[in-house]
């Protein structure tokens, strides 16, 4: 299983910019999809993700950084393997390199994958 990132670049503030990630392989069920980020010198942070619900009736959790709130919008085309980072009203501090991340169920249990980082730069 890899994850495929695109996207990203340099953008001027209050800008906006779309970042994707594509699942490639055997793919079991995906449990979580995320999207993270790290400047240099900083741990890397977790900045949206998807929960995926196991009951039908139950709706998928969405949890979002607080700095990124009401800017940045994650989503999914199920169909296709693929997430988003949609991200509006950039700011100088959101210049990072973003990684996309899914958390699969593979035989014998869960799996971490990470994508290969892409950079995203503000310029102010």
């Known amino acids: 299983v890899q994850l495929q990132a695109s996207g990203g670049g340099v953008v001027q503030a209050g800008g906006s910019t779309r970042l994707s990630c594509t699942l490639v392989?055997?793919?079991?069920?995906?449990?979580?999809m995320a999207w993270y980020r790290q400047v240099p010198g900083k741990q890397r942070e977790l900045v949206a993700s998807?929960?995926?619900?196991?009951?039908?009736?139950?709706?998928?959790?969405?949890e979002y950084d607080d700095s990124v709130k009401g800017r940045f919008t994650i989503s999914e085309d199920e169909a296709n393997n693929r997430h988003y980072l949609q991200m509006t009203d950039l700011r100088p501090e959101d210049t990072a390199v973003y990684y996309c991340?899914?958390?699969?169920?593979?035989?014998?249990?869960?799996?971490?994958?990470w994508g290969q980082g892409t950079l995203v730069t503000v310029s102010s």
């Open positions: 392989g055997n793919i079991f069920t995906v449990m979580q």
């Open positions: 998807i929960r995926k619900s196991e009951t039908l009736n139950i709706p998928d959790y969405v």
């Open positions: 991340n899914a958390e699969l169920l593979l035989p014998p249990g869960p799996k971490t994958f």
